[in-house]
């Protein structure tokens, strides 16, 4: 049996006792770790020599360095965007019950890159059978409309040039309507769709991405008879818009990773 590398573990340790407190003393460090302070204080001398940690002499207490993000960029870098966002679509499924999608745009398309639905133990509502890979209409689809609206500044001369197909009764395929519709959800942040890929189902969709060369779609979906866009909007943006919030950090990090 391979025995772990216990200095490498309490290292490790220490470095995530930051997590907590951003600038610990030697004692809070210890108590965190649960080692004494001279142990501490050498594995700390360590982290010093190599560049991830420094103390203020006059605070008496550590930060840690710049150097300390290459490990976390490296780690960034690995990942692609859909695997990032795993962990924090399975919450918001589970927090709503329901579905989460991600994807990116496609010419008039979108592409799903990334599906998580809640546990069978969370699961409230009735989603439908989508799967990563597969194209949705933008126009009447959250995500697309979101999607289209923060990567063409020129909507009406994009919306004209579209294809527009009529999926269901309700599908808004005047194309006036249409641009007016994604400028809406532009100015609002966030798209709402409602019985326009298929009647009885419907999403709720945020943008991310900002400042990358490439932006994916985030959308709650949703069963109409279940949410009204009036509830969506008061029960499940602010869930998804906290969730756009870690996910654009994350991104961000990432980019800055890809560029130093």
Same mark, same amino acid.
């Given at each position: ?16 006792? *930051? ?10 460090? +210890? ?11 050498? *594995? ?8 991830? &940690? ?9 930060? %840690?360095?710049?150097? &300390? ?6 780690? =960034?870098?690995? $990942?692609?965007?859909?695997? $990032?966002?795993?962990?924090? #679509?399975?919450? $918001? ?12 745009? !496609?010419?008039?398309?979108?592409? %799903?890159?990334?599906?998580?639905? +809640? ?6 509502? &009735? ?6 890979? #597969?194209? %949705? ?16 500044? !020129? ?22 309507? =249409? /641009?007016?519709?994604?400028?809406? +959800? ?10 326009? =890929? ?9 943008? %991310? @991405? /900002?400042? #990358? ?12 008879? !279940? ?9 499940? $943006? ?11 950090? &994350?991104?961000? #990090?990432?980019? @800055?990773?890809?560029?130093?």
């Amino acid at each position: 049996m391979i025995k772990q590398n216990r200095s490498l573990v309490r290292g490790l340790r220490i470095l995530r006792a *930051f997590n907590e407190v951003p600038q610990p003393s030697l004692a809070e460090i +210890a108590a965190a770790v649960e080692l004494d302070k001279t142990t501490c204080r050498r *594995f700390l001398l360590t982290l010093q020599e190599e560049g991830y &940690v420094e103390f203020d002499d006059t605070l008496k207490r550590y930060q %840690l360095r710049p150097l &300390v993000l290459e490990l976390g960029y490296a780690r =960034l870098n690995s $990942l692609s965007v859909p695997k $990032l966002a795993a962990p924090y #679509m399975r919450e $918001l499924a589970n927090q709503v019950g329901g579905a989460v999608n991600l994807s990116i745009l !496609d010419g008039d398309e979108i592409v %799903l890159v990334g599906r998580t639905v +809640a546990d069978v133990e969370k699961r409230k509502l &009735v989603t439908m059978n989508l799967h990563v890979g #597969m194209r %949705l209409p933008a126009h009447c689809t959250a995500m697309g409309r979101i999607l289209i609206g923060t990567t063409h500044d !020129d909507l009406r001369s994009f919306v004209a040039a579209m294809k527009v197909h009529k999926l269901a009764s309700s599908t808004v395929v005047n194309r006036t309507a =249409l /641009t007016q519709a994604i400028a809406e +959800a532009v100015r609002k942040g966030y798209a709402v769709v409602a019985d326009q =890929l298929s009647l009885g189902y419907g999403a709720i969709a945020v943008s %991310l @991405g /900002t400042g #990358m060369t490439e932006r994916f779609g985030l959308a709650v979906s949703i069963t109409t008879s !279940d949410y009204s866009p009036e509830r969506l909007e008061q029960d499940v $943006l602010p869930e998804l818009r906290a969730v756009k919030d870690k996910l654009d950090r &994350v991104l961000a #990090m990432r980019a @800055g990773g890809n560029h130093s």
